[in-house]
């Protein structure tokens, strides 16, 4: 009889998943994992003959299966609670949000960022004030013990190959309360000792309580979905006041957004494009009514979307390069460097895989 | 195709039972062969014509075998068969091997031919040639027909990557077999067993002995870790395929032999080998050592037949030196271990004799897999302390710290103890109906994790469809 059970329940399961899958609808996107899902292609014959069809259907049976995030929270649930794993595809859960291992140092990448950043400095900033700093990821403050890299040997790296230029250090200005839990990023409304560090190195003047704050909930961050587990998720704020309200944003990726945030991709796969529409190569932001006609210009990554809008006040036009997305030989077709404050400022994700700047 | 895909346990399996079990008894055959030469088909489109080309060389002369059975003809057929399968398994396995160390020692430059290996070759080349063998020996008739012979060797629960099913094992069942609740129910539980510990076991310590042999910062304990989780994975990535192989064939009312029968609580290299991939050894015992003279004759000769059986059995894992010389290693050992080392062993306590084998097989797992001389020379010293490196690191004790759960799980499920505790427990009275209760939801439960595993993961071969 328990065998006729079994036999019986298995082949029901088996036959009813396939049937779900093969009824069910393709989906376009995975929100939980920020990426497009693979669809199925029409038949042919060619590919089939070739292998290359069973290849692809591999891949979409995988990316389209029914209940796919709910399966990836069953893993990371047992990978977590059953086998005791510190981490589940690098993300590691704690209360203190969630973190994904950044390691080991790749001193070849720090090389070639310092490389590069000289190059730049070389080519186009014989006359500029230039200063650097780097973002600690949030990793830098969890006191749990998961592999960190060497942030110290990182900084000692880094400023050993570089050539003249101030170093912001802005580690002590930061914990990990100023970041968010479930994504990488800092938050636009702890970042007024950052600026603290940042104005007394550049000789800037900025006042930082006086904002109006907008939250937005629920925000989930980029390891949220990738944690595949049901963390609460964050409240994103973003701050106003008249400066940043009078500035106007030239995006040249989005160029009918002139907003500093752009309140339409709250609801989009990733909250944090609020800050100045996400990422683009280039953006400026001016602001007329700043306290002096100077300007910035600032290489940077995602994390200074959130932090260029509270500059306006001191800098009347500030250039956010992001080499990521764009060439540095075509630098001087769209950059004007001259007599110019420069500010590189990458998180330490980037200058640990710096091979990504083009 | 991968049994551990979801194509294959979402949409192969269930249309091939549907049409399988609705289809009468005698077009089953044909289902089974036609699903099999897809599910080869599906992994190499090209190659799937040696499959049929292999099952009609054998067919014919297994034919002529029996006709002129006892003659002169039937000798040659054999050589024939004998040839052609060593040729084609020679031709893609070892053809590049062969020109690259004539190149090296002749200063010569022929080209390397670069082709693909057929997935499962060296498995059915195989079986084809135990067909024939047994044929020619009388253990077996000849099958008269080619679907018959072609379910067999195509037959795809066992194709690619074993075990090595004689088709005296099963010659009865290919015209007729039981199909019953019974044997679906334990095919079903050996198959979903299997896939638990290829998907969660063995996957688990193949990322973790990536992770330590491919370290950026080395340690003493590293060198361990990534030795002990590859031993481990191996004999869960191996004994897993097996056991699907043993359940998906039983669900289709195949009786295969036991492929592995936990050899790690093994207390001597030979017995190691008499519960590890025992349609390998088994093979070739009796298609080559015994044929050989075994350990009759003179000690020089029985040197000589060990040396020449693990020579095979090394090569036949691979195209490379280090396979030749992992099974060496184990002719060496095995040799000294019948002269001397038997004796001595069995007079130790018994913990002394496991630690000697888990030894033994610990070092030949880093000769399995490091491919080169100099590569297997460094990860010994590595683990012994002769590279002026740290005994821990921070890295190798956060991993060893993350997967202790799963190297403690896959260690007690190494040995019969859950076996035995499941035996136990079911003869019980009331925890015995308990099980029988929950046993059904068991296994929809574990496939349900299983699935969860595969969905988060991309892609995740099994170790010995390289061989």
Known sequence: MKNKIISITFMIFLISISILNIISPALEVSFAERRHLKQFDDFDFKNFLSGQFIEDFDEVALDQFIFRDRFRNLKAILEFEIFNKMDNNNIVVTDDGVFKIEYPLNEKSVEHLSDYINEICNEYLKNSNIYISIIPDKNYYLKEDILKIDYERLEELLMSGLKDMTYIDIKEALSLKDYYLTDPHWKQENLSEVIERLSDAMDFEIVVEDYVKKVFFPFYGAYYGQSALNVVPDTLTYLYNENILNAIVKNYEDPDHIKVYDELKLDDMDSYDVFLSGSSPLITIENSSAKRDHELIIFRDSFSSSLAPLLVESYSKITLVDLRYMPKDLLNEYVDFDDKDVLFMYSTSVVNNSNILK | ?467
């Open chain 2, 1 to 467: 195709m991968l049994f551990s895909s979801i194509s294959f346990i979402y949409y192969f399996l269930p249309l091939v039972f549907i049409v399988y079990f609705l289809a009468p008894k005698t077009y089953k055959n044909m289902v089974l062969l036609i699903s099999s030469l897809l599910f080869y088909f599906f992994g190499e489109p090209i190659y799937t014509s040696i499959l049929i080309f292999s099952t009609i060389v054998d067919f014919i002369h297994s034919l002529v075998i029996e006709k002129y059975r006892g003659q002169k003809q039937a000798k040659i057929a054999l050589i024939s068969s004998i040839v052609i399968n060593v040729s084609i398994l020679g031709f893609f396995k070892y053809y590049d091997f062969f020109i690259e160390n004539i190149n090296v020692l002749l200063q010569t430059d022929f080209e390397l031919l670069g082709l693909s290996l057929p997935i499962g070759i060296s498995f059915f080349t195989f079986q084809t040639m135990s067909y024939t063998i047994d044929v020619y020996r009388g253990e077996a008739k000849a099958q008269k027909s080619i679907f018959g012979l072609g379910t067999y060797i195509a037959l795809f629960p066992q194709l690619i990557a074993g075990p090595i099913v004689r088709y005296k094992t099963i010659a009865e069942e290919i015209n007729k077999r039981e199909h019953s609740y019974d044997n679906f129910a334990y095919g079903i539980s050996r198959f979903v067993i299997g896939l638990f510990k290829k998907v969660l076991i063995a996957n688990a310590l193949g990322e973790l002995s990536v992770i330590a042999i491919g370290a950026n910062n080395m340690s003493v304990l590293f060198y361990w870790i990534g030795a002990i989780a590859f031993s481990i994975q191996i004999y869960f990535d191996f004994s897993g395929y097996s056991d699907m192989a043993i359940g998906l064939g039983r669900i289709f009312g195949f009786h295969f032999l036991e492929n592995f029968n936990y050899p790690y609580v093994s207390k001597s290299i030979s017995e190691f080998w008499s519960r590890w991939h025992i349609s390998l050894g088994s093979w070739f015992k009796d298609y080559v050592y015994i044929p050989l003279g075994g350990n009759r004759g003179s000690r020089l000769k029985w040197f000589r037949n060990i040396f020449i059986v693990w020579f095979l059995t090394g090569f036949w894992h691979g195209a490379s030196w280090n396979f030749v010389i992992w099974g060496l290693y184990f002719g060496m050992i095995l040799f000294f271990e019948k002269l001397y080392l038997k004796k001595l062993l069995e007079r130790l306590p018994s913990v002394f004799q496991h630690a000697y084998v888990l030894f033994i097989i610990l070092i030949s797992f880093v000769i399995f897999n490091n491919e080169s001389l100099a590569d297997i020379v460094l990860y010994l010293k590595g683990m012994f302390g002769l590279l002026n490196i740290p005994i821990v690191n921070q890295e190798s004790l956060y991993y060893l710290k993350s997967y202790s759960t799963i190297i403690i799980i896959s260690i007690i499920g190494a040995t019969p103890f859950v076996n035995k505790c499941y035996s136990r427990l079911s003869n019980h009275n009331y925890i015995g109906k308990f099980i029988n209760i929950a046993e059904p939801l068991g296994y929809i439960a574990l496939i349900l994790i299983i699935t969860g595993y595969l969905v988060d993961a991309s892609f995740n071969p099994f170790l010995y469809f390289r061989f």
